[in-house]
């Protein structure tokens, strides 16, 4: 049991470190987040299984904890925008390191709009994707890489 337990905590921790690295890399050193959303997912995973649910909605369940408030990542928008906006600036290869870049600079945001997992379908998304295109617009104008 120690051992199939020690299996689900470790795949839930690559899973989120994972998840993390594409999508969320500032939270790569929160270590407390880590090991939190990992046991609560295996956790979750197991009560799951014990309550009589199939493997695949015992997933469901744990993903639905490994991942809660993750889901809409700034990252993932600044790579989204150099795609739809400056495709001749930035070439597509070269959207996510200089999404890295930016990526600093835009945390102040976070302040500003609630950055939910249903962040996307509110009607916030669209001020905060127009304020990142004219960020985005201002760093390649005043770096020169037009």
């Known amino acids: 049991m120690k051992l199939e337990q020690s299996r689900g905590l470790s795949y839930y921790r690559l899973s989120l470190l994972s998840f993390l690295k594409e999508s969320h890399p500032e939270l790569l050193s929160d270590f407390d987040l880590i090991t939190s959303r990992s046991n609560s997912a295996a956790e979750a995973y197991s009560e799951a299984i014990k309550s009589g649910l199939s493997h695949i909605y015992a997933e469901e369940v744990a993903n639905n904890v490994l991942y809660e408030g993750l889901h809409f990542s700034l990252l993932d928008t600044l790579?989204?925008?150099?795609?739809?906006?400056?495709?001749?600036?930035?070439?597509?290869?070269?959207?996510?390191?200089?999404?890295?870049?930016?990526?600093?600079?835009?945390?102040?945001?976070?302040?500003?709009?609630?950055?939910?997992?249903?962040?996307?379908?509110?009607?916030?998304?669209?001020?905060?994707?127009?304020?990142?295109?004219?960020?985005?617009?201002?760093?390649?104008?005043?770096?020169?890489?037009?």
């Open 79 to 146: 790579i989204t925008i150099q795609w739809n906006e400056f495709s001749t600036e930035i070439p597509e290869g070269q959207a996510r390191e200089f999404a890295l870049l930016l990526l600093p600079r835009c945390y102040d945001l976070r302040e500003k709009y609630e950055l939910s997992d249903d962040f996307l379908n509110s009607p916030d998304f669209e001020l905060l994707y127009t304020e990142l295109t004219g960020f985005v617009s201002l760093y390649i104008e005043e770096n020169g890489l037009q």
